[in-house]
C-alpha cells in the first residue's frame, strides 16, 4: 500500500459498488461522475489493486473489490449505528426496491409520512426489481412477491391483496357477453411480457386459467395494461386497489375469477434492527394493515 488510505474515498468506493457505476453513485453523493471517478483512481493507487472491471454497463467489482467491501461495509454499518444513537430524527438515503403496483399506486402517496420529522433523510423507490439485488446493497428494503430463500435476509408477510378482471363500460358495451370462465376465452387481455417475467407470481392470467393466445398486448407495465383496459382495448387482471384509482372499470365474474397474492417485507438480517429500518417497516406494516379493505378489494 503507497500511502494511508481516505475514508472519503472508501465512501466513493461503496456508493459504485451499490450504484454499478459512475453515474449512479455521482447522483447517490452529489457530485459529478467525474468526481467519484478520481476517487475511485485515488482509492486504487493507495491500496495498489484494481477494484473494477470497467464495462459498458456499469463497474463489476473484482475479487479485491469483493474483498474490500466486506470491510467497508461494516465500517459504514458502524458509523450508521453511532449515528442513530444521536438525537434528532433520521438521515441519509434510504432504498426501497418495489413492484411497481404497490410503488406507484400505494407507496408514492405515502413517501410524505417517513420524510416528516426526518428533513435529512431522503427515499428512493426502484420499481426494476429484477435487476435490484439486496444482496449487493442496491437496495435496503424490498416488497416482493416471494419470502426470502436465504438466511441472510428476514422476511414477513406485510398483507394479501386480491386481483380481479376489468373492462370499460363501452367494452363491455361493444362485445359478447361474459357469463361464465368458459366465455372469457373469446375476448382480448392486457398483460406482462412473459419473457420479462421475474417471479411467475406475476401471470396473473395464467393463474386464473385464461388462455395464454388471448393475452395479445403484453407489456412490462401493470399502468399501462390498466390503461388498455381504461380505453376499451381489451381486460386486464388488476389488483383491486391498483383498479381502485379508475372507478370506472368494472370487475367480470368477481364471485369466480379472483386471486389472491402476498406481498413480502425483505431485509437483510443484520440490518433488520437498525434505527431508520425499523421505523420504515413500522410505517409500511401500519399503512397496509390501515388499507387492508383497499388490497382486498372490499371498499
Known amino acids: 500500500m503507497k500511502r494511508g488510505l481516505d475514508w472519503r474515498d472508501l465512501q466513493y468506493f461503496l456508493a459504485v459498488a451499490r450504484g454499478g457505476s459512475l453515474s449512479v453513485a455521482g447522483r447517490q453523493l452529489g457530485v459529478d461522475h467525474a468526481t467519484v471517478g478520481r476517487h475511485i483512481q485515488s482509492l486504487e493507487q493507495a491500496m495498489d489493486a484494481s477494484l473494477f472491471e470497467r464495462h459498458l454497463r456499469g463497474y463489476a467489482m473484482t475479487r479485491q473489490g469483493e474483498r474490500l467491501l466486506a470491510a467497508v461495509e461494516g465500517m459504514?454499518?458502524?458509523?450508521?449505528?453511532?449515528?442513530?444513537?444521536?438525537?434528532?430524527?433520521?438521515?441519509?438515503?434510504?432504498?426501497?426496491?418495489?413492484?411497481?403496483?404497490?410503488?406507484?399506486?400505494?407507496?408514492?402517496?405515502?413517501?410524505?409520512?417517513?420524510?416528516?420529522?426526518?428533513?435529512?433523510?431522503?427515499?428512493?423507490?426502484?420499481?426494476?426489481?429484477?435487476?435490484?439485488?439486496?444482496?449487493r446493497r442496491h437496495a435496503d428494503i424490498a416488497i416482493t412477491l416471494t419470502p426470502p430463500s436465504s438466511n441472510r435476509f428476514a422476511g414477513e408477510e406485510l398483507g394479501e391483496?386480491?386481483?380481479?378482471?376489468?373492462?370499460?363500460?363501452?367494452?363491455?358495451?361493444?362485445?359478447?357477453?361474459?357469463?361464465?370462465?368458459?366465455?372469457?376465452?373469446?375476448?382480448?387481455?392486457?398483460?406482462y411480457v412473459d419473457e420479462l417475467l421475474f417471479t411467475r407470481e406475476l401471470d396473473y392470467q395464467g393463474a386464473?386459467?385464461?388462455?395464454?393466445?388471448?393475452?395479445?398486448?403484453?407489456?412490462?407495465?401493470?399502468?399501462?395494461?390498466?390503461?388498455?383496459?381504461?380505453?376499451?382495448?381489451?381486460?386486464?387482471?388488476?389488483?383491486?386497489?391498483?383498479?381502485?384509482?379508475?372507478?370506472?372499470?368494472?370487475?367480470?365474474?368477481?364471485?369466480?375469477m379472483t386471486l389472491r397474492r402476498i406481498y413480502w417485507l425483505v431485509t437483510r438480517a443484520d440490518e433488520r434492527g437498525t434505527r431508520r429500518i425499523h421505523h420504515l417497516c413500522t410505517l409500511l406494516r401500519r399503512e397496509v394493515e390501515k388499507e387492508r379493505a383497499l388490497f382486498l378489494g372490499e371498499t
Do not use: W
Not at 381504461?230 to 384509482?245: H, I, R
Open 76 to 135: 459504514d454499518k458502524e458509523a450508521g449505528r453511532i449515528t442513530e444513537t444521536g438525537e434528532g430524527g433520521l438521515s441519509g438515503t434510504i432504498r426501497i426496491s418495489a413492484l411497481e403496483g404497490f410503488a406507484n399506486f400505494f407507496l408514492a402517496p405515502r413517501i410524505g409520512l417517513l420524510l416528516a420529522n426526518n428533513p435529512g433523510l431522503t427515499v428512493e423507490m426502484e420499481t426494476i426489481q429484477q435487476i435490484v439485488s439486496l444482496a
Open 161 to 191: 391483496y386480491s386481483l380481479f378482471i376489468y373492462a370499460s363500460p363501452d367494452y363491455l358495451a361493444r362485445h359478447a357477453p361474459i357469463h361464465t370462465r368458459e366465455d372469457l376465452a373469446e375476448h382480448m387481455f392486457a398483460g
Open 208 to 256: 386464473m386459467g385464461i388462455p395464454a393466445r388471448a393475452v395479445r398486448i403484453q407489456n412490462s407495465s401493470i399502468h399501462a395494461q390498466m390503461e388498455a383496459a381504461c380505453s376499451g382495448l381489451c381486460l386486464a387482471v388488476l389488483p383491486a386497489f391498483v383498479a381502485a384509482a379508475r372507478p370506472q372499470l368494472v370487475r367480470i365474474l368477481p364471485e369466480t
